[in-house]
Every structure is written in structure tokens, then in C-alpha cells.
């Protein structure tokens, strides 16, 4: 009887166990193959075989017996899958509002992903993603207005292989004081003097010195002083 059969590691050692060792008088010796061993190999080992994985994926390890006229008995072997590469962190993106950010992202393989945040490097707090899937969202509550935060992304596969970002940062937004629409474009002015806009950009009325299409509130660029007022028209912006 083999014990440990049929399992998925990040390690690249796996023993087998036999549960009864044999007690036949030929017998002489057991016999290795997979891993390490291209071919069968004796052993002077008798209830712990170690091996050593080979390949990322499937290893098949085997064990027969061998008695002293070399006859050699059925064969018994288990499946081994080694995954020992972390996972790839893409498209990390940051969706902040005046008290909450979103972040989302997406990895290589199934994992769990957990966000660390917090107003330095020591972050303090987090927030758990438990589903193992490929593209993840967690929501950061409670931030404070027009705050930097630092945050990192840690996601761990089903073996415990992880990845962990570097530090990151995104800026929460500010409160607004006034905010007004168009037909095809939005503008608000915060309670700073600051004016971000957001929507249509065909004729540069988004004020970022692009002709960019947004739909996240930027910048307007190249202001004299702070805005107390502020009007949006179908293509302009006062």
C-alpha cells in the first residue's frame, strides 16, 4: 500500500511511504523509477523512497519489488504534480473616490489575493479577496479625502506559491464644492479650488491638454489661482 498518492506540491522532494514493508523470504530488494531515475534503480531504502520532481506538471513516481532470482513483482505508483512558479500580478488598477478605493487586477493562475494598506510603508490594515480566481477587486473603506496611501497586492496559488507587488500609491480624491454636467462631459470643483473633469474630450474641454476621452475625473492644468465657480457647456468648459 502507497500512503501520500495522487497530490499537487511546490516542493520538488516527495517521499512515499509503504505502509507494510515486504516480508517475503526471496525477497531482495525494491526497486525506483521517476524523478530522479530515468529507469529502474535499485534502493536500499525499505519504507521511505525519496524523489526528487523533475518536471513542472505531472511526475510519476514508481516502486516494484525485486527477489533474489531478479524476478521483479507488480508495479505501484502515484502522480506528483510539482507547481513551484509563482504567479504574474497584471493590470493592476486603482479606481479611487473621496473615502474608498477599489483595487483590481489580475494574475497568471487561480490564487487568493489579499491588499495591504495604510498611510506608509508598515501599512496596518488589509482587506482579503478568498476566492481563487484569475482577475480580483477588493475595496478599501474608511480612507480620509485627498490622502496618499500605500498599498501592496499579495496573491497565493492553491500550493502556496505567492507573489507579492511592490509598494504602490494612490491619492484619494478630494471633496467637491461644486459640480456641474454638460451634455457629454462633467466638471466639479473641490472644496481646495481644484477642478477635475471627466467624459467627452473632443474639443480639449476636459482642460488636461489632451483630446482624450476619460472616464475617471483628471486634472484640469494651468490654473492662475483656485477656482470658487464653475459652468460646463455641451463642448466648453467656464
Known amino acids: 500500500v502507497v500512503f501520500n498518492q495522487n497530490q499537487k506540491t511546490n516542493q520538488t522532494t516527495f517521499t512515499m ?4 514493508p515486504s516480508s517475503d523470504t526471496n525477497f531482495k530488494t525494491y526497486q525506483l523509477k521517476g524523478g530522479q531515475y530515468s529507469d529502474w534503480i535499485d534502493t536500499t531504502e525499505t519504507t521511505t523512497f525519496n524523489f526528487t520532481l523533475t518536471q513542472q506538471g505531472a511526475n510519476i513516481l514508481s516502486i516494484r519489488g525485486k527477489d533474489f532470482a531478479g524476478n521483479t513483482g507488480n508495479v505501484a505508483s502515484v502522480t ?3 507547481d513551484s512558479v509563482s ?6 488598477n ?5 473615502t474608498t478605493a477599489t483595487i483590481a487586477w489580475k494574475t ?12 506608509n510603508q508598515d501599512y496596518g490594515s488589509s482587506q482579503v479577496d478568498s476566492i481563487f480566481k484569475n482577475s480580483h477587486t477588493v475595496l478599501l473603506t474608511g480612507l480620509s479625502s485627498n490622502t496618499i496611501y500605500h498599498y501592496r497586492i499579495t496573491s497565493i496559488d492553491n500550493v502556496g506559491n505567492t507573489t507579492i507587488s511592490t509598494d504602490l500609491t494612490f491619492t484619494t480624491l478630494e471633496k467637491i464644492a461644486k459640480i456641474s454636467g454638460g451634455g457629454i462631459h462633467t466638471c466639479a470643483v473641490t472644496i481646495s479650488g481644484k477642478i477635475k473633469c471627466w467624459g467627452w474630450n473632443s474639443s480639449g474641454q476636459l482642460g488636461d491638454e489632451t483630446t482624450t476621452n476619460r472616464l475617471i475625473p483628471v486634472d484640469v492644468v494651468n490654473l492662475s489661482s483656485g477656482v470658487n465657480d464653475i459652468e ?3 463642448n466648453h468648459t467656464c
Open 232 to 234: 460646463v457647456g455641451e
Open 94 to 98: 486603482v479606481s479611487p473616490t473621496i
Open 108 to 119: 497568471s493562475e487561480p490564487t487568493t489575493g489579499q491588499v495591504d494598506f495604510g498611510l
Open 87 to 92: 504567479p504574474v500580478l497584471s493590470e493592476i
Open 80 to 82: 506528483i504534480s510539482l
Open 17 to 20: 511511504t509503504l505502509s507494510t
